[in-house]
């Protein structure tokens, strides 16, 4: 990460933060709030605001990523669809973000533009709490985990700091997705980097490929936006297919419960959404920009607000 030297604070920080989100749209992110209650828990003073830039727009990104090298922004985060377009852009990649292939927050570290990736220590970190719950609607002795075997829906930016986390963590991973050379493309991608690659295999996504992994499953984690709002009725999981024994990861965090979230709980199933991967991965970049641990207690309070 671009961590800071360990030097005095008062001698370190900006007197006022200059912090924000690019992607498109953005209209559905919740990252200012979450942000503008860091800055105030840790009495910094600063603000977050979002720099919506269309997918075409290459120049846009370059002039916006120009600002964090300036010093006009002391940090970014990048999500859908810049997660991979802006790295041509960046002098260096931390070593997750290299092996992971994708960005999702931005420095200036010792005059060098540098690209990081707390998507998946983010994530990782909310699954565990996730999985360390006790099954709430399926008795304890009925679910049974074969092994760390898990399904991950769609191969794009997000899904590439999943498998990395998984794959890092010990998991055996399959990758559904519509377009299968996408999916091979992050297994090689991932392969070149570490022997992560061993874990993982594609499969097409659709209701034939799905249906031949259902027995030994424990987990499913949608890396899509279907589902997010305002498409709120959209779900990843194929109409009729049923679900196996496995708990279910949305990364859609708005709205408070998807479809898929519904649908999977309505059979049993523990689920939730990605919003407390949300808070980790944001806490960890506010803490590259600025050295301050934020609090995730009042991070997440202030997201379930603004969510609703």
Sequence with gaps: MCRLPKIPMSNLLPS???????????????????HTAALTATGLDGEYRLYPVAPDDGPG??????????????????TIPHKQSVIPLLDELTRSAQAI???NTICLRQGRLTGDNTDAPGFLADLRKFLAKEPNTVRVSAWQKPSKSALILGAGGSARAVVYALTQDGWDVTIAARRVEQAQEL???LGATSSAAARISAIEYGPAGLASLLSGLALIVNTTPLGM???SGDSPWPTGLPFPRADVYDLVYNPAETLLVRQARAVGLRAQTGLGMLVEQAALAFEVWTGRVPPRDVMFAAAGAARG
């Design 16 to 34: 006022t933060f200059a912090l924000g989100l690019t992607g498109y749209p953005l209209g559905h992110s919740l990252s200012p709030q979450l």
């Design 61 to 78: 990104l370059a002039h916006l990523l120009g600002r964090v090298r300036t010093g006009e922004l002391q940090g970014l985060n990048v």
């Design 101 to 103: 292939g994708a960005v």
């Design 187 to 189: 297994i090689s991608a």
């Design 229 to 231: 709002s305002p498409d």
